[in-house]
């Protein structure tokens, strides 16, 4: 059965954040233009060459029951957090399982699991390891718990497209409902990576911001002076319904999510080429039906990078235009990898929903190269924008576009 006509809602939330532990505090802190970003006060971090990161606002441990999360790696703990957040938000759909799915993405996976373990592997033995370690590393462990958790036996599937793949995830979640595979499908991304292998690897490629002395500047997308992501850690998770389905049990929708565009650049494994770029956009809007006027607002991918900035907002301006008003949290959260495009999706449906931008912090002096109207300074205010363009790029070549509309 084919449906690709079918109207798909956005019924739940779900975030835990830099920001804060749910959706209303890390939306509060985005209208607020709170930082997330800190001083690393591990001792590990004392002479690394990065020393801030975007870390939770609430620990996992104050959520999770304690017996449960020492079964999971920190990125399975925050999937869990988030999805019980959007499920609950949405209602707790009444769905045959076999018409529930899940698809949560990551970047990197239990990355923490394996190091800690690989430490006691080499300073205790084998078999002092943890049984529970290899379900602990796997990259699709979130997407796998949470369908445990509500039963969904729709499938369970785990982008893994770098910092794509919380965008990814829930551009698949909209594929299997117009497909005719699923009624509802539980979607986002996790991320839990700060560590000094990843920190040290980002440092050593030049990527990573060493405004050390100053965390809550360090992130600056689209300023001159920008150098460099930040890393963050967290998780965002959404409810995709069909609308027919959300209308039959007069359930909430926030959005709409009416079109997604998922392209690879083939190009190289670290350098992005902006024609994938303005492809996946343009995909976006083509499933979409909508023209680049009807995009008033854009939630950019946005890193601080030197080179990222400056080609996404060339990108944006050949597929879309320069007329939509533009933001980046990540200058707020860090960049939260494979929770990133979540994290983006989660900013855009509430701004549709809410009518307010918000704006994009550590913008002193915009780099004249970008011709894009940045929210900067205070929140805009307004009338809800009709439609609003995600963007999420990830090593790889990975390029995902997602475009929330009104609700019905």
């Keep these: 059965m084919r449906a690709d006509t079918d109207q798909v809602v956005v019924t739940g939330l779900g975030a835990t954040t830099p920001l804060g532990g749910d959706v209303a505090s890390t939306w509060s802190g985005m209208l607020t233009g709170k930082s997330g970003i800190r001083r690393i006060e591990e001792d590990w971090a004392l ?14 441990s104050e959520v999770l029951d304690r017996v449960q999360a020492r079964k999971m790696d920190r990125c399975q703990q925050i999937a869990l957090i988030a999805a019980r957040e959007a499920w609950a938000d949405a209602g707790a759909p009444e769905v045959e399982p076999e018409r529930l799915a899940v698809a949560i993405g990551t970047g990197t996976g239990g990355t923490l699991t394996m190091l800690r373990q690989n430490d006691i592997m080499e300073s205790s033995g084998m078999r002092r390891m943890s ?24 499938g369970a599937h785990a982008p893994v497209s770098a910092c794509a793949s919380g965008a990814e995830a829930i551009a698949l979640g909209l594929d299997l409902i117009r497909l005719g595979r699923a009624d509802v499908v539980v979607a986002g991304g996790t991320e839990a990576c700060v560590n000094p292998l990843v920190l040290a690897g980002f440092a050593q490629a030049r990527a990573h911001s060493t405004r050390n002395d100053e965390p809550e500047q360090a992130s600056r997308p689209f300023d001159v002076d920008r ?15 069909r609308a027919e389905f959300a209308a039959a049990r007069a359930a909430r929708a926030h959005a709409a999510l009416a079109g997604a ?42 890193t ?58 550590n913008v002193d002096a915009l780099d004249p190269k970008v011709k894009l109207d940045v929210v900067t300074g205070q929140p805009r205010r307004g009338a809800a924008p009709a439609a609003a363009l995600t963007n999420s790029f990830g090593f790889g070549g990975h390029n995902t576009s997602l475009v929330f509309t009104t609700a019905p």
């Design 227 to 241: 150098d460099g992501f930040v890393i963050g850690e967290g998780a965002a998770v959404v409810v995709l319904e």
């Design 47 to 60: 002479d690394a060459p990065v020393r801030i990161a975007g870390r939770l606002a609430v620990d996992p």
């Design 131 to 154: 049984p529970h370690s290899v379900p602990m590393l796997m990259a699709n462990g979130p997407a796998a718990l949470v369908s445990i958790e509500l039963g969904a036996r729709g």
């Design 304 to 361: 601080s990078t030197p080179m990222g900035d400056l080609a996404e907002a060339e990108s944006i301006a050949e597929a879309i235009g320069v007329h939509p008003s533009v933001t980046a949290t990540k200058s707020m959260t860090g960049h939260l990898f494979g929770a990133a495009g979540a994290v983006g999706a989660l900013a855009a449906i509430l701004a549709v929903r809410d009518g307010v931008i918000p704006a994009t912090q």
């Design 261 to 302: 565009g998922v392209t690879s650049d083939a190009h190289h494994i670290t350098a992005a080429h902006p024609e994938g770029q303005v492809r996946a956009m343009r995909m976006a809007l083509a499933a979409a039906g909508l023209t680049p006027l009807a995009i008033e607002h854009i939630h950019a991918h946005a």
